[in-house]
């Protein structure tokens, strides 16, 4: 698949320029992801903002991947 609308890729990087906010404004960017292999354990996303003449802003949200078993089929003939 493709980059989201906008995007930019280095390794495992996206980067997107979003282009002059004024004060208190905001915008939102939303990426799909699908997991290309079976994962366990945490997962996290990391966003960091930058701006002109100021320090990098940062949040990160993670979420913990739990793999269950499917119940037993009973076997009869």
């Known amino acids: 698949?493709?980059?989201?609308?906008?995007?930019?890729?280095?390794?495992?990087?996206?980067?997107?320029?979003?282009?002059?906010?004024?004060?208190?404004?905001?915008?939102?960017?939303?990426?799909?992801?699908?997991?290309?292999?079976?994962?366990?354990?945490?997962?996290?996303n990391t966003a960091t903002a930058f701006a002109d003449g100021t320090d990098a802003v940062g949040s990160r949200a993670c979420t913990t991947v739990r793999v269950g078993r499917r119940p037993a089929t009973p076997v009869t003939g």
């Open 1 to 44: 698949g493709g980059l989201p609308a906008g995007a930019t890729r280095t390794g495992r990087v996206l980067t997107w320029n979003v282009g002059t906010l004024a004060a208190g404004q905001s915008t939102t960017i939303e990426v799909p992801m699908t997991l290309l292999r079976i994962v366990r354990g945490k997962v996290c």
